[in-house]
């Protein structure tokens, strides 16, 4: 599915609809979600624990109209090459785990 990032002042977000976080089994009220970068793709997975994951990036998704957003730091973007304001995404669910590429 290709998307387009989102601007909220300096921020920028990944919009995730009901449906999506369905697919992913998480709860926005509860799961936090650990970023990783392999081979130029942004891997977004659900845990359940952040206390396992002491030095990683981690994020709750935020409410935002009728779904869920997930912000995404600048330097993430910076390291995969991502220029919000021309570039679109490419986004897939594997399991837990949604994975984010420049399209």
Known sequence: MIKQLQYNGDSVYLY???PMLQLLRANPE???FLF???DNVLNIKKIENKENYKDALIKKAQKNGTGYCIYIPK????????NPTID?????IN????SVKKS
């Not at 330097?75 to 991502?82: A, G, H, N, R, Y």
């Open 16 to 18: 995730i609809t009901k």
């Open 88 to 92: 679109k995404v490419d986004i897939s």
């Open 75 to 82: 330097s993430v973007l910076e390291l995969l090459d991502i």
């Open 36 to 38: 990783t970068i392999n």
């Open 95 to 98: 399991g837990e785990t949604l």
């Open 30 to 32: 509860e799961s936090y």
